[in-house]
């Protein structure tokens, strides 16, 4: 790597810990480490969420989808886009006010115990540990791409790469809490932006301008100009089907809840959905123009960068497809702007692993230790029993993370179907519909949850191949609906609901 890129990258990761450092100061409760006290402006919280949302996967899964198989891989991006505008739209204002509410939850397991007036706490139990497995999976598919990221840049080995990408942003989530994740999520999600609005632009340009690399990448490999051809109606639905995940993610939802007030949800959703749309557009040209831009350039120009490529079916291919838009950003750009579009895959993975090790180790503190061992524990106390679960579970994700043959896509999606599958039903139906009782939601949660883990590890072929989300989300809704109907529904609970919706009216 040029020695200018390495001092803009460190000079990134500076900037993130000293952010670190200056929240550590303004963390003075568990509301403020794990939500930030409710302060959180409509920019902050829309780039917030869209970014801890993305994850290395905008940069690195979906361009690296498209490259390897075409235009077709946009369908998730449809989806996507679709299920954040829908969650600014029906979820967001909702779950801010009757969080407020319900005795002022401040996690997601904490509003579902609140919200059903469960004093088993066997609800809060069973989210918070559907939350600790999935997002174990989740933040071991951030470190997979941050070690990416560090082995291709710095030529280091793949587990070295892994410890420094996981101790920098294990740091200063360790330090700043919500607050810290918040801003610096803001200021990657911007860096984010401006690399995927960049990198194809410039890229198309280096090939002639857009008609020319649509041209190349249709004499090259035609079915990459089609949305349809050579994908099944099941692929199709599969990847709409990602929208769906956006009403079960703890840490998208987490950004709704941390909102100063829910008269900002409107701006936010603006914001939010601006930028989802504009990024997904730059990581799908990413990949498209990469295609034949890699396939027609020099290789012993590609070897000076690192990048290795292979041979298939007569085409010159990158070794690892979701490597395309690093190796753009080394090709084709001065290596102080190199440095900046590296940080923004960094920017796009730490946003995410921070968000994940967050709600993790709030799920650990609030849900596990507080409410289940140490009911007067202060608030000191908590926040250093989040901080150390925070370290532990990056542990175990570095341990998952191992294998270097990792696909960052294929991790997400796993985690993401079992959180919408778990979460999304029960979270929509709490909000919206007073008939929804404590065991219906339990149901719901487990089957969801079990239905991703048997669908995705047990069966294969068929309708099988359709994405576990979309079953495990069908078959929540059903239970929860039939055994909440059989169920008897708590007077205090629907006082509850109306309250939220008198304040949704004010």
């Known amino acids: 790597m040029d020695f200018p890129t390495l001092i803009t990258f460190i000079i990134y990761l500076i900037i993130m810990l000293v952010i670190g450092i200056i929240m550590y100061y303004r963390t003075n409760s568990l509301s403020d480490y794990v939500l930030g006290g409710r302060s959180l402006g409509p920019g902050v919280a829309a780039l917030s969420a869209g970014a801890s949302d993305m994850s290395g996967w905008l940069l690195l899964g979906l361009p690296g989808a498209v490259y390897a198989t075409g235009i077709s891989e946009a369908w998730m991006g449809v989806g996507l886009a679709i299920g954040a505008y829908l969650n600014w739209q029906f979820v967001a204002k909702r779950l801010r006010v009757y969080t407020e509410v319900s005795n002022n939850s401040i996690t997601i397991p904490d509003f579902l115990e609140n919200r059903f007036k469960d004093q088993s706490h066997i609800l809060r139990v069973i989210a918070a540990l559907v939350i600790l497995v999935f997002f174990t999976f989740y933040t071991s598919s951030g470190l997979v791409g941050g070690a990416k990221l560090f ?28 607050l810290a994740v918040a801003w610096t999520d803001f200021i990657q ?26 041209q190349a990448v ?53 914001i939010g959905t601006t930028w989802m749309i504009l990024g997904l557009y730059g990581a799908i040209f990413t990949g498209f123009v990469g295609l034949a831009f890699i396939s027609t350039e020099d290789v012993s120009r590609l070897s000076e960068f690192g990048i290795q490529v292979i041979h298939e079916n007569g ?172 169920d008897k529904s708590n007077t205090e609970l629907t006082q509850d609901f109306d309250q939220t919706i008198k304040k949704l009216q004010e």
């Open 151 to 178: 082995e291709a840049s710095f030529d280091v080995p793949y587990e070295t790469a892994l410890w420094i990408g996981g101790i920098v942003v294990v740091s200063y989530t360790l330090l700043g809490g919500f």
């Open 315 to 486: 085409l010159q291919v990158l070794a690892d497809s979701e490597k395309i838009f690093i190796a753009f950003s080394q090709i084709l750009f001065h290596p102080v702007i190199a440095g900046i579009l590296l940080a923004a895959i960094l920017s796009a993975i730490m946003s995410t692993i921070d968000s994940q090790l967050l709600v993790s180790s709030s799920a650990v503190a609030e849900d596990f230790y507080k409410a289940i061992f140490r009911k007067k524990a202060s608030s000191k106390e908590l926040i250093w029993v989040g901080r150390i679960a925070t370290v532990c579970i990056a542990l175990i994700a570095m341990g998952i993370a191992l294998n270097p043959e990792s696909s960052v896509l294929k991790l997400v999606s796993y985690a993401w179907a079992g959180f919408g599958a778990a979460f999304g039903p029960i979270i929509l139906l709490s909000l919206f519909w007073r008939g929804i009782t404590r065991n219906g939601a339990l149901a719901g949660i487990v089957i969801g949850a079990v239905t991703v883990i048997v669908w995705e590890n047990f069966l294969e072929g068929g309708i099988f191949e359709l994405y576990e989300i979309a079953p495990g989300f069908l078959f929540n809704c059903i239970v929860t609906i039939i055994v909440s109907l059989l």
């Open 218 to 270: 249709g004499e090259i490999a035609p079915s990459h100009l089609s949305m349809v051809e050579g994908i099944s109606i099941m692929a199709i639905i599969s990847s709409l089907a990602w929208g769906l995940g956006y009403f079960g993610q703890p840490h998208i939802l987490v950004r709704f809840m941390a909102l100063r007030s829910s008269k900002d949800v409107p701006l936010a959703r603006f």
């Open 189 to 214: 999600g911007s860096l984010m932006l401006f690399a995927l609005l960049v990198v194809p632009i410039v890229a198309s340009n280096e090939m002639g301008g857009w008609n020319e690399a649509v």
